[in-house]
T-cell receptor
Framework: DAGVIQSPRHEVTEMGQEVTLRCKPI?????LFWYRQTMMRGLELLIY????????DSGMPEDRFSAKMPNASFSTLKIQPSEPRDSAVYFC????????????FGQGTRLTVV | AQSVTQLDSHVSVSEGTPVLLRCNYS??????LFWYVQHPNKGLQLLLK??????LVKGINGFEAEFKKSETSFHLTKPSAHMSDAAEYFC???????????FGAGTTVTVRA
């Protein structure tokens, strides 16, 4: 397996524009997580899914953020409209549905909102 | 709810000397514990994990960690630091009934030549 695949790797956009980040989890993993990493706040869990169903979205900062998982092999994180304070590295991770297993992370998307 | 405290935000060592990164956890259950490493501008890579088997866990690149329930600790060590160990390290906890991972704030390791 190629691991967790995120796209794009880098995104630069203007304030007010819509941004969509994409993630392909490892095949067979039941859990998918979206994290945001900044210098100030470290790694924050935004939302996670189990079998394509959102389980906990309490970390989503505002209504401007939304996430979907239409099928087991694809998830998106959308920011609309984007703001400069959304600039961060966004990681996607997936994990098997078995206890005592680790999560596997993608390479991240570095988002810059100017 | 589970949580993790990494006691040092930054550790600086000389090449060839031991490395110690400290982690304390809080959990109401028998947790699983992990150490991840993140090199600059890279994703997170698993170093090692504890899942209620042996309390001394060996990982990649010569790292190991010891689970001490009485001290609620899971400290990471390496006998001899290498320049390539310069990175950020995260201690992570998860509980049996909860599949999300709780991250510590991270420890940045600098290795001096």
């Amino acid at each position: 397996d190629a691991g967790v695949i995120q796209s794009p790797r880098h995104e630069v956009t203007e304030m007010g524009q819509e941004v969509t980040l994409r993630c392909k989890p490892i095949s067979g993993h039941d859990y998918l997580f979206w994290y945001r990493q900044t210098m100030m706040r470290g790694l924050e869990l935004l939302i996670y899914f189990n079998n394509n169903v959102p389980i906990d979205d309490s970390g989503m900062p505002e209504d401007r953020f939304s996430a979907k998982m239409p099928n087991a092999s694809f998830s998106t994180l959308k920011i609309q409209p984007s703001e400069p304070r959304d600039s961060a590295v966004y990681f996607c991770a997936s994990r098997p549905g078995r206890l005592n297993t680790e999560a596997f992370f993608g390479q991240g998307t570095r988002l810059t909102v100017v | 709810a589970q949580s993790v405290t990494q006691l040092d935000s930054h550790v600086s060592v000389s090449e060839g000397t031991p490395v110690l990164l400290r982690c304390n956890y809080s959990s109401s259950y028998s947790p699983s514990l992990f150490w991840y490493v993140q090199h600059p501008n890279k994703g997170l890579q698993l170093l090692l994990k504890y899942t209620s088997a042996a309390t001394l866990v060996k990982g990649i690149n010569g790292f190991e960690a010891e689970f001490k329930k009485s001290e609620t600790s899971f400290h990471l060590t390496k006998p001899s630091a290498h320049m390539s160990d310069a990175a950020e390290y995260f201690c992570v906890v998860t509980e049996p009934h909860d599949y999300k991972l709780s991250f510590g704030a991270g420890t940045t390791v600098t290795v001096r030549a």
